[in-house]
């Protein structure tokens, strides 16, 4: 059951994103370029799932602090900010502000077989690898 639902959740993710925009780096990198070509729209975008991620959270999760299929919901407090944190969010924004894409559009990208989207994937996927590899090397030096 949670398979299918994922699979649901993933369509209407990526289909939203499709029809967003959001799956185009043009798009992306406008609205980034706060001092040059600057394209508010996507703060539309943005500002509509915050409104309904705060929606789903204030009226289904929080109120149970479990997910509508049970699991556990982990929250920053449960890990803390930490330097691992801050040195891997600031590497996936410089690659998302030099690339134009986020790990979600370019899998919604993947079926145009863009060689660029291609390219992007295959090096993300190295770099979650790569990420995995140092961690459990830096846990292992402790």
Known sequence: MKALIGLISGLIFGIGLTVSQMVDPQKVINFLDVFGTWDPSLAFVMGGALIVFGLGHWFI?????????????????????????????????????????????????????????????????IGLKLGKLTKERLAAAR
């Open 61 to 125: 999760i929080r109120p149970k602090q479990k997910a509508v299929l049970g699991d556990n919901i982990p929250t920053i407090s449960d890990a803390g900010i930490d330097k691992p944190l801050l040195v891997g969010a600031s590497i996936f924004g410089i690659g998302w502000g030099l690339s134009g894409v986020c790990p979600g559009p370019a899998v919604a990208n993947f079926s145009s077989l863009n060689p660029a989207m291609l390219a992007f994937i295959f090096f993300m996927i």
